[in-house]
């Protein structure tokens, strides 16, 4: 089981005109928006990285506002996260095996970072409802891709309540509030 104590989040990507054009944006932005502040009410650290924001964007207004409570975007230049040494060097403080993956686009830099991620000997959960592509069906042979390479499938609600473990307490009550 999960639990907070060994988890990271990493928002991979979701900046500037690309993210508005991912299959059900409005869903993904959603979806993301809980995952971020469930990260939160948990303690679990958050990670937040953008692809060459200088030529993309930045990161969508709605998920900024969430993140930049506890963190700063991280720019990189390779499709995989793990090529930035700002991000290994965050991971590696960290200390923590499993890796809450999100982000876009699910079969090029979500998936090069799960290959490079997992070849690190991390534990990589796909939360695959807060992941896009352009078209669903590049997300689900991005999603089938990382499945071959050991990744395990998950989606935000069951992360949550995973690391929640019970249904009592405020956290929990502040899960529902998210989720409903």
Request: charged letters at 15%; a negative charge; proline letters at 3%.
């Amino acid at each position: 089981m999960l639990t907070a104590k060994d988890s990271i989040l990493l928002i991979v990507d979701v900046q500037g005109q690309l993210a508005q054009i991912m299959n059900q944006t409005a869903q993904l932005h959603h979806n993301l928006s809980i995952l971020i502040s469930g990260a939160q009410l948990l303690d679990i650290p958050i990670i937040w990285i953008e692809q060459l924001p200088n030529k993309l964007g930045q990161t969508s207004p709605e998920l900024v506002r969430l993140l930049e409570k506890s963190t700063q975007p991280i720019a990189k230049s390779h499709f995989s996260a793990w090529q930035c040494q700002d991000i290994q060097t965050q991971l590696k403080q960290l200390n923590r095996p499993n890796v809450l993956l999100a982000g876009i686009e699910t079969h090029v830099c979500v998936y090069q970072s799960c290959q490079d991620l997992l070849d690190h000997d991390f534990k990589v959960h796909l939360v695959a409802d807060a992941t896009s592509s352009r078209s669903n069906d590049h997300k689900i042979l991005g999603i089938q891709m990382m499945m071959n390479l050991g990744a395990k499938l998950t989606n935000v609600e069951s992360t949550l309540f995973e690391i929640q473990h019970q249904a009592s307490g405020e956290t929990f009550k502040a899960l529902l509030k998210l989720i409903k």
